[in-house]
Every structure is written in C-alpha cells, then in structure tokens.
C-alpha cells in the first residue's frame, strides 16, 4: 500500500532550489501532530520568519546543540516529539544525542544529512565524504566520514534506519513506522545538496539515487531485525550497483578527483558494505 | 515542621513542596546532593515528578526548557563550571520567556581546580534576564526555591537561587519546613504566558526581525523591572502564611546607622555578628543584605546616599572593581572591599577588623583583603 504523503511545508517558504530539505520534511505529514525541534540550520531558514511559518505543525527553534534534550523535555507532556536536525547539529551536539539514546527518550530523532555545514557556506562535518572539496577542506577532506547511523545502532535503541529524498516512500514508511514505536528512534536521511555539492538544482532526486544505486549510500533499517530495504536490496550483488565513478564525477565537490582515490572510494564502500551485511547476520 | 538539613537538602525539599514535575540535572560539587536527594525521592515516590539523567549541564537546562514549554513545573541545580556549560542555554531560556527556577550552588570557576564558595559564577547570569536572589541559609534557600516558582511564573522570566558551596549547602541547620497543605495554598498552579501544544502550530524562536526583537528585549526589561514589585508583594504575602520577612533587601541596624556595609550570601550571618559588636561599642554600624541582585535594589540603596558606604565584595569584574562594588557605586559612593574569593575563609574577626577600617576611614576605594 503507498502511504499519502502531504505537504507540511508550504509554498512560498525560502529554501534554495532543489533543497533536499525541503523535499524531506514532505515525510512528516505521516505523523499525527508532531511537534517539530529544530536547532540552528538551514531549516532554522527554511521554517520562515517570524510571525509567520512555513510549516503546518508547531517549531521549537533551540540552540545548535540542545535539541534532543529540549525534545525529551517536551516528550514528558506528548507523544510525537521530533528532532529535525543536520549533520551539523549532530556533531556539535554529538554528546545530547548520544544522551537521549542512552536514556531511549520518546522522540524520533531524523539527521537530515547534507553532508557539510551548508548553512554557513559549506564547511566540513563529520559526515562529509573523504576528499569531498568544502570550505574548510579546499584540497578534499582527508578525515573518514563517520557512520552516524551505525554509531545511532550501537546504543541498542528500538528503531534506527537510514534514508534518501530520493526514496521517498521508503523514507515516508520508516517515519511512519517509527512514529508506532515509543522510545528512542533514529533516522539518517541521506540530502544531497546542489549548492553544496556543486551540481544543477533540477538534479537532487537524481543524485540521491545515484548515491543508492552506487553503494555509496545503503538504505537499512533496524527495528529489533536489520534489514536492507528498497533500492538497495538490488545492490546487495556488486555487480548491479552503478559504477561509484559515475556518482562521483557527477558533482563538483569531488572535481578532479584522481582514479586511484576514485578507486579508494570503491574499497571504502565495499567495507560498508561488509559491515551492514554482517549486521544484517548479527541481527 | 523544624527539623535538621542542609541548604541542599532545604532546596529539594522546596522543589519537592512546589510539586515539580520535572527535575533534570547533572552532578557537579557541590550541588551533588540535591541531585541525589531528588532522585531519591522520585525513585520512593514521595514526590511525582519524573526525574530525567542528563549527560551534561547544557542538556539539564535544555530538558526543564523543552517541559516548561510543554507547561511542566521544572527545576535544575547546578553550580561554577556546569553553569559556564549550560550557559548558552541560560540566554535562550530568559529571552523565551519561560518561567523555571534553578538552584546555583556558588563555586570558584577554575584553575586551578577548587569547589569553594565564590560569586563570580552566579554573577554571570546579571546580564541574561534571570532573577537573581542569594540565600543566607539553609531556611533562605527552601523559602527562596519556593517563592521562586510563583514570582517566575507571574513575570515569564527565570529565577536562580543562590547558596554559597559549603557553608549553606552541606551545613546542616535547624529549618522550619513548612505543610504541604500551606505551600499549595501559597503556590498556585502554573501559569505562563504560553505553552506549545500538538494542536497549536505557532512557532518559538524562529528568526524575527531586529526591531521586534529589540521590543521583546524592551519587554524583558520592562518585566525585570515590574518584578520588583512582584518580589515585594510575595516577600508580603509569605510572611502572613509563614512568618518569615522576605523582600529585595534586608536591613540589619541601618536605621540610624551612619556606617553601612553592604553584602549579599552566607557571610552575611558572621558580617551581622561584626555589626553586633561595634554596636557594642557604640558605633553606628549596620548592613544592608542584598537578597536579589537582579531586579537590582536601587531604591532600597538610594535610600543610604547620606551614610558612608562599604561593599564587601566575592566577586571580581577584571580590570574594574568587585561586581557589586560596580553596581552599588552605580547608584551611591561606596567603597569596595575584596574578600573570601575562591572559598579564602572569612570569619567575624575578619569583619569586626575589617568595619574598623571602615569607620576610621582607611579602607582604599578598592581594597584586596588578601590572607
């Protein structure tokens, strides 16, 4: 069955062209009066300014860091409490959320994950992809990108799943899914960004599929079982993934990009690979 | 009911008689124990409030923001570095407007390392929006707690007690504890001027405009100040059902005194015994406690321009004076002792020599009393 989804966000809000955000947000209209926390990013922007909003359910705008402590809070009087956040958010209050996963607070926790800090014009995060040009790593990032979501899994909570604005019935199911279960759920939204990522704004669906289609980004959930879903159960076989060069070549950010590190890229992936399969094993 | 406990103690039981209904905060000496002493009675069920285990100080603030905005009566404690942690969170609660009160066990901010009573941290706070008071005592610390709830909640701003690390929150005094039955009486439910709910899809903090957010901080300081007022009425109001006399300031023999000293916290006890003992020798000494440092009790000082001024200081604002020294010289000539920073013991013959000075006229303008 094909899940409605609506549209929350309404017209006339300032995201950018082709913001993954804003396509993103589309899969909360599954929940029943949520009561979105956002902390500061681009959505702090999108969500419009005051004493208007662009969006249909009530925003705590809170500081970088606090926002799913400030979502534990609230989840002491309601049901449906959400943290929209970045990877931004997810580094700096890296601490808050591990805190509220430890204490599997009744919030669902969605990373929006752009893989940089784009509101501020593009810097590096702990996300963002080794040798991926960005502000503060003109030449390529030469740190690992850290895995958000299998570290989210480790602190053994009901529901941690990944996703894509590319997908989005895939990612409407999981947040639909995760609004039936109580205690601490995790999602981590894969968001290609154009400006950021330095491709055309028409072309953010078509790089977030691309991103799956790769192997570079694999769709899975974990809901007391670990699962692949969508796209990528047909990329499970190597052989019918996209080759990761065609992903890559696509976008800006990785202009110039040598064979060999391309080739580095693949084996990366692959060991992504390994892990999530063996996951899927474990669990 | 009088019984034994300690100003930590007398705070959770406040917390407890306010019915809270949720407590979060993180462990820090020398707050600790009422930590532990809340959560100890959420776990035995004598108080029905859910008690959240947060990993940090900028999270306990950010949990009791997020219930108070849902309309939860809620309380944190913290003290010196925890409050220099959560203090992003400080700013972002007083300029919502949300009422919720925290304990601040005054500690020396490091290095080196040292848990021992100074002002300095809760000072930080003088610029945020937060009402500011400091308990002499264990007793001043519970009436404080409890007052706290009812003035926040009637002016939307935060409010913070003070009580000095050691010599109020591990000295266990005699405390009158009062019924449950006349707390409630005294404390209606809670108020606030709004709350978020699922139903009601209004945004909070989202990006505003520079003019309406000056305006919010004009309203802000139109509301600090009206607070004073507030303070007065139920300092009144908590007299006729306890007994015991509340308000911005506190005067001990300034009436026909020619020579004040001006304090605030726990010393004021032995600065109060020094007064007894000049009195005792005839000269006309008296102090003015500072109860509340924010509303700032202008009015009640001005009221002393024509007497000889001291301000006795444990705080310090590099590179000027101490920091009631500045605000106190705002409003009259005073001179400015430095005393007791980073828990240095002061005792009654500190200040029965120290007073001495002061009437002889040889304290300097600012003076260090080092030991």
Same mark, same amino acid.
């Given at each position: 069955?094909?899940?409605?989804?609506?549209?929350?966000?309404?017209?006339?809000?300032?995201?950018?062209?082709?913001?993954?955000?804003?396509?993103?947000?589309?899969?909360?209209?599954?929940?029943?009066?949520?009561?979105?926390?956002?902390?500061?990013?681009?959505?702090?922007?999108?969500?419009?300014?005051?004493?208007?909003?662009? #969006?249909?359910?009530?925003?705590?705008?809170?500081?970088?860091?606090?926002?799913?402590?400030?979502?534990?809070? #609230?989840?002491?009087?309601?049901?449906?409490?959400?943290?929209?956040?970045?990877?931004?958010?997810?580094?700096?209050?890296?601490?808050? #959320?591990?805190?509220?996963?430890?204490?599997?607070?009744?919030?669902?926790?969605?990373?929006?994950?752009?893989?940089?800090?784009?509101?501020?014009? *593009?810097?590096?995060?702990?996300?963002?992809?080794?040798?991926?040009?960005?502000?503060?790593?003109?030449?390529? $990032?030469?740190?690992?990108?850290?895995?958000?979501?299998?570290?989210?899994?480790?602190?053994?909570?009901?529901?941690?799943?990944?996703?894509?604005?590319?997908?989005?019935?895939?990612?409407?199911?999981?947040? $639909?899914?995760?609004?039936?279960?109580?205690?601490?759920?995790? *999602?981590?939204?894969?968001?290609?960004?154009?400006?950021?990522?330095?491709?055309?704004?028409?072309?953010?669906?078509?790089?977030?599929?691309?991103?799956? $289609?790769?192997?570079?980004?694999?769709?899975?959930?974990?809901?007391?079982?670990?699962?692949?879903?969508?796209?990528?159960?047909?990329?499970?076989?190597?052989?019918?993934? *996209?080759?990761?060069?065609?992903?890559?070549?696509?976008?800006?950010?990785?202009?110039?990009?040598?064979?060999?590190?391309?080739?580095?890229?693949?084996?990366?992936?692959?060991?992504?690979?390994? #892990?999530?399969?063996?996951?899927?094993?474990?669990? | 009911?009088?019984?034994?406990?300690?100003?930590?103690?007398?705070?959770?039981?406040?917390?407890?008689?306010?019915?809270?209904?949720?407590?979060?905060?993180?462990?820090?000496?020398?707050?600790?124990?009422?930590?532990?002493?809340?959560?100890?009675?959420?776990?035995?069920?004598?108080?029905?409030?859910?008690?959240?285990?947060?990993?940090?100080?900028?999270?306990?603030?950010?949990?009791?923001?997020?219930?108070?905005?849902?309309?939860?009566?809620?309380?944190?404690?913290?003290?010196?570095?925890?409050?220099?942690?959560?203090?992003?969170?400080?700013?972002?609660?007083?300029?919502?407007?949300?009422?919720?009160?925290?304990?601040?066990?005054?500690?020396?901010?490091?290095?080196?390392?040292?848990?021992?009573?100074?002002?300095?941290?809760?000072?930080?706070?003088?610029?945020?929006?937060?009402?500011?008071?400091?308990?002499?005592?264990?007793?001043?610390?519970?009436?404080?707690?409890?007052?706290?709830?009812?003035?926040?909640?009637?002016?939307?701003?935060?409010?913070?007690?003070?009580?000095?690390?050691?010599?109020?929150?591990?000295?266990?005094?005699?405390?009158?504890?009062?019924?449950?039955?006349?707390?409630?009486?005294?404390?209606?439910?809670?108020?606030?001027?709004?709350?978020?709910?699922?139903?009601?899809?209004?945004?909070?903090?989202?990006?505003?405009?520079?003019?309406?957010?000056?305006?919010?901080?004009?309203?802000?300081?139109?509301?600090?100040?009206?607070?004073?007022?507030?303070?007065?009425?139920?300092?009144?109001?908590?007299?006729?059902?306890?007994?015991?006399?509340?308000?911005?300031?506190?005067?001990?023999?300034?009436?026909?005194?020619?020579?004040?000293?001006?304090?605030?916290?726990?010393?004021?006890?032995?600065?109060?015994?020094?007064?007894?003992?000049?009195?005792?020798?005839?000269?006309?000494?008296?102090?003015?406690?500072?109860?509340?440092?924010?509303?700032?009790?202008?009015?009640?000082?001005?009221?002393?321009?024509?007497?000889?001024?001291?301000?006795?200081?444990?705080?310090?604002?590099?590179?000027?004076?101490?920091?009631?020294?500045?605000?106190?010289?705002?409003?009259?000539?005073?001179?400015?002792?430095?005393?007791?920073?980073?828990?240095?013991?002061?005792?009654?013959?500190?200040?029965?020599?120290?007073?001495?000075?002061?009437?002889?006229?040889?304290?300097?303008?600012?003076?260090?009393?080092?030991?």
């Amino acid at each position: 069955m094909r899940l409605e989804i609506g549209c929350p966000l309404l017209p006339g809000n300032p995201s950018c062209q082709g913001c993954p955000h804003s396509i993103g947000l589309k899969a909360l209209s599954v929940l029943e009066n949520p009561i979105v926390v956002v902390p500061a990013g681009c959505t702090t922007i999108i969500a419009g300014m005051h004493p208007k909003s662009s #969006l249909k359910f009530p925003v705590v705008h809170v500081p970088f860091a606090s926002a799913p402590a400030v979502a534990c809070g #609230l989840s002491k009087a309601y049901d449906n409490v959400v943290v929209w956040m970045g990877d931004g958010g997810a580094d700096i209050g890296f601490a808050t #959320l591990s805190g509220s996963a430890v204490r599997n607070d009744n919030i669902i926790v969605i990373v929006s994950d752009n893989e940089a800090y784009m509101n501020t014009g *593009i810097q590096a995060s702990g996300t963002t992809f080794w040798k991926a040009k960005t502000t503060t790593s003109p030449t390529g $990032k030469r740190e690992e990108k850290k895995d958000l979501a299998l570290i989210m899994l480790m602190h053994r909570v009901p529901y941690v799943a990944t996703a894509s604005v590319g997908y989005m019935h895939d990612f409407a199911q999981k947040v $639909k899914k995760a609004g039936e279960i109580r205690g601490f759920r995790f *999602i981590h939204l894969h968001s290609p960004c154009p400006p950021g990522w330095r491709f055309d704004s028409s072309k953010t669906v078509e790089i977030a599929r691309m991103a799956v $289609k790769s192997g570079a980004w694999i769709l899975w959930e974990y809901d007391g079982k670990f699962r692949l879903t969508g796209a990528s159960r047909k990329c499970r076989d190597k052989g019918k993934r *996209i080759p990761i060069e065609e992903y890559l070549r696509a976008q800006g950010r990785f202009r110039g990009i040598s064979d060999d590190d391309v080739k580095e890229i693949e084996k990366k992936v692959d060991e992504v690979w390994n #892990l999530v399969e063996s996951l899927e094993k474990m669990f | 009911m009088k019984t034994i406990l300690t100003g930590n103690y007398a705070v959770a039981e406040a917390v407890k008689l306010s019915r809270v209904k949720v407590i979060a905060a993180y462990p820090i000496t020398p707050q600790t124990t009422i930590v532990e002493r809340l959560a100890e009675m959420v776990e035995s069920g004598e108080i029905d409030a859910e008690f959240v285990r947060v990993e940090s100080e900028h999270s306990a603030l950010a949990v009791v923001y997020g219930s108070s905005l849902a309309g939860l009566r809620s309380f944190t404690a913290t003290s010196s570095h925890g409050l220099l942690y959560m203090y992003e969170m400080c700013w972002w609660v007083s300029n919502a407007r949300i009422p919720l009160v925290m304990a601040v066990v005054t500690r020396t901010i490091g290095p080196p390392w040292n848990i021992h009573t100074d002002h300095t941290d809760i000072l930080t706070l003088r610029d945020s929006g937060w009402i500011i008071s400091m308990a002499e005592n264990a007793q001043e610390a519970l009436d404080l707690t409890i007052q706290g709830f009812k003035i926040s909640e009637r002016v939307n701003l935060p409010f913070v007690v003070g009580l000095d690390a050691f010599v109020v929150s591990h000295t266990a005094e005699v405390v009158d504890v009062p019924e449950q039955d006349l707390v409630d009486s005294f404390l209606p439910e809670r108020k606030q001027a709004y709350v978020i709910s699922p139903d009601d899809p209004i945004a909070v903090g989202n990006i505003a405009q520079n003019d309406v957010t000056m305006r919010l901080r004009y309203d802000m300081a139109k509301d600090m100040e009206r607070s004073k007022e507030v303070i007065r009425e139920v300092g009144d109001e908590f007299e006729k059902k306890f007994g015991r006399k509340y308000g911005l300031v506190e005067h001990y023999m300034t009436e026909d005194a020619d020579y004040v000293v001006v304090m605030s916290g726990a010393w004021c006890g032995d600065a109060k015994e020094a007064v007894d003992v000049l009195r005792s020798r005839g000269i006309p000494i008296g102090l003015l406690k500072l109860t509340y440092l924010r509303p700032f009790p202008k009015e009640e000082l001005k009221e002393l321009e024509d007497r000889e001024v001291l301000v006795v200081d444990r705080s310090f604002s590099m590179g000027h004076r101490g920091i009631l020294g500045l605000e106190v010289g705002n409003v009259l000539d005073c001179k400015n002792v430095i005393a007791g920073l980073c828990g240095v013991d002061m005792g009654v013959e500190d200040f029965v020599e120290m007073f001495n000075r002061f009437v002889r006229g040889e304290i300097e303008d600012v003076e260090w009393w080092l030991k």
